[in-house]
Structures are given as structure tokens and as C-alpha cells.
């Protein structure tokens, strides 16, 4: 069982024993189990209501429905071998087929400093230092924001404010 099938194997348990907790005051895993295992031996509504009653857990019509659906929902489903495949590859399957951007190896330091060149252009990254030295899109360079009047730190004065009297 891969861990993706055990993962909802567990869920699904959880889930089971809500249902029983919720209706009956029974909150077992074993039991869950046991209940999931008849599910899956017996598909159908008539025979998994028989294959309860046989075991002793005589539960409402409805209360067996809603289990067998929400079994049925919530089980893990068995893939399909794919017949023209006679050995497995490893990582040719699973998540990493599904999510193919989140199995790409970490970038290296090589291909971090390819990406910056081609981010913020040749100039910038000779100078890693001067981190306002970029490029605008008409090939002119950026500067940085000039200082505010009267120097840094120099804000608006009470005595500076039109209409204010000091």
C-alpha cells in the first residue's frame, strides 16, 4: 500500500468511527475496520446489511446506507497496472507524475545565477552589491529615490505647515 492509499485508508477510518461515535456512542477503530472490510466484501446495500446483521451490528436501513456510500466514496481505489510497463521506474509514477513542477530537482547555485542574469540583466549581477543598478525595460538605469528635502530624517515642521500657525 503507498503511503497516498494508506493515507486515506486512515481517513477513511477516522471518518468511520465519527459515524459510529455520532449514531451509536462507539468510537472503535478496530471496529471501523471491521466495518470497512465487510463493505468491501459485500458491495451491495442487501448483502453488506446481511453480512452486519450476521455479525451482530443491527443497525438502521438508513444508518447501513450512509456507511456503505460513504465507504464506497471514501476508499482508497486500486490502480490499474499498466500492462505494457514490466518493471517500475522509480518516481515514474505517483506524485510525481501528477505534480510534475513539484519534482524538479533543487535549482543548483549554476542555474540560480542563469536565472538572475536573466532576470535583472548583465550589469547587476557583475555588481551584487548595488542592488539599485537595474535595468528598466527602455535600457536605461534605475536610481534610487532622492532623499527628501532638508535631508534625511527631515520631515514637515509645525512652523513649515501652510495655514498653521506656530
Not at 507524475?97 to 538572475?116: F, H, M, T
Amino acid at each position: 500500500m503507498d503511503e497516498l492509499s494508506n493515507l486515506q485508508h486512515l481517513s477513511l477510518v477516522s471518518k468511520v468511527c465519527k459515524e459510529l461515535d455520532n449514531h451509536l456512542g462507539i468510537s472503535d477503530k478496530t471496529l471501523a475496520e471491521f466495518i470497512i472490510d465487510l463493505a468491501k466484501q459485500n458491495p451491495e446495500l442487501s448483502a453488506f446489511r446481511k453480512a452486519l446483521d450476521e455479525n451482530g451490528a443491527e443497525f438502521p436501513a438508513s444508518f447501513a446506507s450512509s456507511l456503505l456510500s460513504l465507504i464506497n466514496r471514501m476508499a482508497p481505489k486500486k490502480k490499474a497496472s499498466d500492462p505494457g510497463r514490466s518493471t517500475k521506474e522509480p518516481g515514474a509514477s505517483g506524485p510525481s507524475q501528477r505534480y510534475p513542477g513539484l519534482a524538479v530537482p533543487n535549482d543548483s547555485d549554476e542555474r540560480r545565477k542563469q536565472l538572475e542574469r536573466e532576470a535583472l540583466g548583465e550589469e547587476a549581477f557583475a555588481d551584487p552589491g548595488n542592488t539599485w543598478k537595474k535595468m528598466s525595460r527602455d535600457g536605461s538605469s534605475m536610481r534610487p529615490p532622492p532623499p527628501p528635502p532638508g535631508g534625511p530624517g527631515a520631515g514637515p515642521s509645525a512652523h513649515s505647515i501652510p495655514g498653521r500657525d506656530a
